[in-house]
């Protein structure tokens, strides 16, 4: 199981990014898929999440309203849109299953300028 995370950027706040997790290795439909973002001294925390099927979406308060998390089971990517970024957003973000962590990817470093 492979999960390759892409987009991450240097950018300034109050802007947008798009990340993008290609999933191998399973049958990524099947699956809950959630991005996790890490800083320095902190474990990972899941920002999103989103449920297979009608595909229900969850997100933690900080980034409610502002990150958009999406799936395309046709292409097994799953996408997390970051708008109104703030600089407490900057880390690096993986993706990977809730229900069952598999190995982690290197990430994708975002980092907001204020």
């Known amino acids: 199981v492979q999960f390759v995370e892409s987009g991450g950027d240097l950018v300034q706040a109050g802007g947008s990014l798009r990340l993008s997790c290609a999933v191998s290795g399973i049958t990524s439909r099947l699956h809950d898929i959630g991005w996790y973002r890490q800083t320095p001294g902190h474990q990972r925390e899941l920002v999103a999440r989103i449920g297979v099927g009608l595909s229900i979406t969850d997100y933690v308060d900080s980034v409610k309203g502002r990150f958009t998390i999406s799936r395309d089971d046709a292409k097994s990517v799953v996408y997390l849109q970051m708008d109104s970024l703030k600089s407490e957003d900057s880390g690096v973000y993986f993706c990977?299953?809730?229900?069952?962590?598999?190995?982690w990817g290197q990430g994708t470093q975002v980092t907001v300028s204020s």
């Open positions: 990977n299953s809730p229900r069952r962590t598999y190995d």
